[in-house]
């Protein structure tokens, strides 16, 4: 149970300490913009087969923590283990992103979470492993995707950038629809608590296509989902969680009755217009990834007004959405040390 | 000069009259989802070639209005016409949109408007026409893209769903991003006096690519830019302005400072929380095209609540994005039949 380590930067900020200093890491730190990274990504025959092989999977979430001392390592893993774990068939096409097999109004009924625990196995192996090797300072944070970008990709089989499969699905067969995001809410809620008790001392929840909900579909398809796994999840488990609805835009707000640890910004809120309204203990992001990629003043002028505006704020420094490939391995250095300067 | 005809409806509600019945008309009115524009899209060479041709152009602009009897003809045209007017060679590949030759930055203090006139004096020709084949009660639109946007496309040599090319292209080289927006803001401006000088009624400016604007640049990147168009289009012509700001988000709010008669809302905006919350004169759109799409209850539920919502508010009825190819037509018809009811 979270509670003994209890002095770590990031958890103190999400039990709503603001810290002169803030506690930093990047979405997805773990990942192609690091030579080391792509050096393992060679030798392996696929993208699963890096989430599923603990040894490797650990070394991958460890690669960042080791280069630049992050406050926080996230395991290495994917949101469409879940569907995975449900019997979906998944791969990874080289080059194009995840595919699936398209699902079925009559597939959606015959989806079962009895094997999450043994599917997904291998996850929280890498999870115990890690939680013995990362040193006193650095969090553990496990994810998990919301069931509404869960969704998206289940029903269209692939990424999509409108969601558009999904949501004509939505409205053609709501009662199928709402017997997936079931499925997913309580499948999500055994994997979260099972990565808990397997050593994740923190839970972020990626809704990552909150942009492509109609506004009069948020609660439903969104906010109602995560709060039930927020619930359920701390029903069961001591563990704070942040909510990451990327893309939410005016909804932002509406994402405060979720009644999460903190709620994670993209890079289009304004940072002023939203520390005053927004509720939820603790924030954290925003950081536009092109300014990672600029470097130089771009990346300064902003790391500063950030901080600026956080300050006296639980707060945890990230990017507004996961770091891009394209990224410098010498800017991401940069970013440490202006975060980490006394003065901002 | 507008005013001649200032009883259409649309006009009515721009200047801040509530209609019981709303106008309506739809983004892309005039596009792939009828059977008609197909056929005639077949029959030509290029894209290009449908907007620089006023017969063909007249006749695709007339299309949804001869079967629908919508409020308004949008002008058959595209965003693109601004570069191509500008000198940046523009091609369309077919099935995959559009293609320019990406800007250097020597290319663009290579930019002029001078040619403006006379490259797109095709598209005048097309409103002449179609001011005098309209019958009274129609509103002819035109527009332009918004400078951010166009200039995604410029920088990209391609539509892409992040602005990726551009958002870095502007934090690396400001200076020649800024001249790349004053010289779009100038083209534009006289792009849109002389529509309205050949007998476009009302004009529409495309900020399609809103979302990709990181919040502290939505300032300098788009609502400037914008002002300054409106500004500068209004100091020739007397004409009505509707801004869309597609997925502007939590930055909606900050487009009431360009001073347009309307603003376009798209599907992401929940209408009550704006209603009270906007400035702007008169509001637009909303509409999830996916649910005329799906058409029947999913269809009908929504426009009822729009119009309930928008009662006793000035307001122009059309989708909170452009309609879909696959929209069935009859589920248009639906649309026009729920919309035009007395009661909402």
Redesign the interface.
């Given at each position: 149970m979270v509670g003994l380590e209890n002095d770590k930067v990031i958890l103190r900020a999400l039990r709503g300490e603001a810290l002169e200093v803030p506690p930093l890491w990047l979405m997805r730190q773990a990942g192609r913009y690091l030579p080391e990274y792509r050096a393992l990504r060679a030798k392996a025959k696929s993208f699963l087969e890096l989430c599923l092989t603990p040894d490797i999977a650990e070394e991958i979430t460890l690669q960042p923590v080791r280069r630049f001392g992050f406050d926080a390592a996230i395991l290495f893993a994917d949101i469409l283990l879940v569907p995975y774990a449900l019997g979906q068939k998944l791969w990874f096409q080289e080059g194009e992103g995840p595919r699936l097999e398209p699902l079925t109004v009559d597939a959606i009924s015959g989806l079962t979470r009895a094997e999450v625990p043994e599917r997904l196995a291998p996850v929280f192996e890498t999870i115990r492993r890690l939680r013995k090797s990362l040193a006193g300072e650095t969090t553990l944070i496990g994810f998990a995707g919301a069931p509404w970008t869960v969704a998206t990709y289940m029903i269209a089989g692939a990424g999509s950038?409108d969601s558009?499969a999904a949501?004509?699905f939505a409205?053609?067969e709501p009662k199928a629809f709402a017997r997936l995001i079931d499925v997913l809410v309580d499948a999500t809620v055994d994997y979260l608590v099972a990565q808990v008790s397997a050593g994740a001392e923190v839970l972020q929840l990626f809704e990552s296509w909150a942009?492509t909900?109609?506004?009069?579909s948020?609660a439903v398809y969104s906010i109602d989902p995560l709060t039930r796994i927020v619930e359920g999840v701390r029903a069961k488990a001591s563990v704070p969680i942040i909510v990451f609805p990327r893309?939410?835009?005016?909804?932002?707000l509406r994402y405060d009755a979720i009644g999460a640890d903190a709620l994670s910004l993209d890079?289009?809120?304004?940072?002023d217009?939203?520390v005053g309204a927004l509720k939820t203990t603790c924030l954290q992001g925003?950081l536009?990834p092109?300014?990672l990629?600029?470097g130089g003043k771009?990346l300064e002028d902003?790391v500063r007004?950030i901080r600026r505006a956080m300050s006296g704020r639980p707060f945890i420094f990230n990017l507004?959405h996961g770091i891009?490939q394209e990224t410098p391995v010498e800017h991401v250095q940069q970013l440490v040390r202006l975060v980490r300067e006394k003065a901002a």
């Amino acid at each position: 149970m979270v509670g003994l380590e209890n002095d770590k930067v990031i958890l103190r900020a999400l039990r709503g300490e603001a810290l002169e200093v803030p506690p930093l890491w990047l979405m997805r730190q773990a990942g192609r913009y690091l030579p080391e990274y792509r050096a393992l990504r060679a030798k392996a025959k696929s993208f699963l087969e890096l989430c599923l092989t603990p040894d490797i999977a650990e070394e991958i979430t460890l690669q960042p923590v080791r280069r630049f001392g992050f406050d926080a390592a996230i395991l290495f893993a994917d949101i469409l283990l879940v569907p995975y774990a449900l019997g979906q068939k998944l791969w990874f096409q080289e080059g194009e992103g995840p595919r699936l097999e398209p699902l079925t109004v009559d597939a959606i009924s015959g989806l079962t979470r009895a094997e999450v625990p043994e599917r997904l196995a291998p996850v929280f192996e890498t999870i115990r492993r890690l939680r013995k090797s990362l040193a006193g300072e650095t969090t553990l944070i496990g994810f998990a995707g919301a069931p509404w970008t869960v969704a998206t990709y289940m029903i269209a089989g692939a990424g999509s950038d409108d969601s558009a499969a999904a949501r004509l699905f939505a409205l053609k067969e709501p009662k199928a629809f709402a017997r997936l995001i079931d499925v997913l809410v309580d499948a999500t809620v055994d994997y979260l608590v099972a990565q808990v008790s397997a050593g994740a001392e923190v839970l972020q929840l990626f809704e990552s296509w909150a942009a492509t909900i109609p506004a009069e579909s948020v609660a439903v398809y969104s906010i109602d989902p995560l709060t039930r796994i927020v619930e359920g999840v701390r029903a069961k488990a001591s563990v704070p969680i942040i909510v990451f609805p990327r893309g939410a835009g005016s909804n932002y707000l509406r994402y405060d009755a979720i009644g999460a640890d903190a709620l994670s910004l993209d890079t289009h809120v304004l940072l002023d217009s939203v520390v005053g309204a927004l509720k939820t203990t603790c924030l954290q992001g925003n950081l536009d990834p092109f300014r990672l990629i600029a470097g130089g003043k771009a990346l300064e002028d902003s790391v500063r007004h950030i901080r600026r505006a956080m300050s006296g704020r639980p707060f945890i420094f990230n990017l507004g959405h996961g770091i891009r490939q394209e990224t410098p391995v010498e800017h991401v250095q940069q970013l440490v040390r202006l975060v980490r300067e006394k003065a901002a």
